[in-house]
Structure formats: C-alpha cells, structure tokens
C-alpha cells in the first residue's frame, strides 16, 4: 500500500500526536477519518482481489492440463500474495512434473505446505501446552452450541414389534417337480 504526500503528513501529525497526547483541530480529526476511511477501502479491495485470484486459481486448476500457464502463472501470484497451497494444488502441480516450471513450482508449494503445517502443528500444541494442567474438555460443552444446549433427547424408545422370523429359501421359493415325461405311444394304444 502506498500512501501519498497529503496521506503521509495526516499520518505523520497522528502518530505525534498518539506519542504526545493534545487536543487536535478538527480539520486534523477530518483528515485522519478520510485517511482511515481510505484504508479501510483499501484493505476492503485487497480482500475482494484475493477472492477473485483464488476462485480464477480454482478455475484454471480444474481446467487443466489446457490451461497450465496460466495455472502455474497465478499460482505464483498466489504464493507471492501469501496463499497456503492446498492438497489440490500439489496433486495437480504432482500430476505435471514432467514440465519443468510445474516441478520447480511443486518443490517450492511442498515446502510451504510442509511449513504451514508445522506451524499449526506448534500453535495446537502451544494452545494445549497453556491450558490449566486440571482442566477438563467436559467444561467446553457449556459453551453456547456445545452438547449442552442440544434438544433433551427421548427417553428409551418402545420395545420393537417381534420380528418374523425370515422365511428359509425353500419355503419361499418351493423346489421345482420334475414333469412327468408323457408315457410311450404304444401303452396309450392299449390302455
């Protein structure tokens, strides 16, 4: 973010005056409020961006192979930008190795998958670390949509109906009688 010459005088006359507190004039309260206001855009238009690269990054992904350089192009946009690639990415990025820029991008997305992981990895373990030694996991279903507030469920339910027992195959489906073969022309004549 860059800020202009006005931008950084307003900035400058708020930080003096955050280390040496004095009432301001208005027209300096004005401009630091147009100047928070235009950060706040900013940072509101940085967001809508990376939304927008990233839904292109997952269009282009699935659109591959045809699409690789435009792929492995805002992939490094991406990355630059601070993006965590995900199991999709480095399937993809697995799938096209035989390319030269996909295996150089693959090893680079490896190691950042491979950081981020170990960092949520030390948080989870920092979080537990400084939980109090006697605390128990039972008193989080206090909480506000925990197992606490749920539906009291019914009691037992009614015994069920006897079942039936199922019928043997034999007894739904009866064996098949042999037909009688029709006797021979010369006993008919007889008889």
């Known amino acids: 973010m860059a800020f202009s010459a006005d931008e950084l005088r307003v900035l400058r006359r708020a930080l003096a005056n955050a280390l040496h507190p004095a009432p301001l004039p208005e027209e300096d309260v004005r401009d630091a409020l147009r100047l928070a206001d235009s950060v706040d855009e900013a940072v509101r238009e940085a967001v809508r961006l990376r939304a ?20 492995l192009d805002l992939l490094e946009d991406a ?25 150089r991008l693959l090893d680079r997305c490896q190691l950042l998958a491979e950081h981020s992981v170990r ?15 006697g605390a128990s996991r039972a008193r989080l279903l206090a909480l506000p949509g925990g197992r606490a507030t749920e539906e009291p469920r019914p009691g037992p339910s009614a015994p069920a109906p006897a079942e039936r027992p199922v019928p043997k195959p034999s007894e739904v489906f009866p064996p098949r009688r042999r037909p009688v073969p029709p006797p021979p022309p010369e006993e008919r004549a007889a008889g």
């Open 52 to 71: 927008f690269l990233l839904a292109d990054l997952t269009r282009y992904r699935e659109a591959l192979p045809g699409s690789l350089p435009g792929y």
């Open 79 to 103: 990355l630059a930008d601070g993006y965590d690639p995900g199991a999709d990415d480095l399937a993809a990025l697995r799938a096209l190795r035989a390319n030269p820029d996909a295996a």
């Open 119 to 133: 960092t949520r990895l030390a948080r989870v373990s920092q979080a537990t670390a400084s939980a109090p030694a």
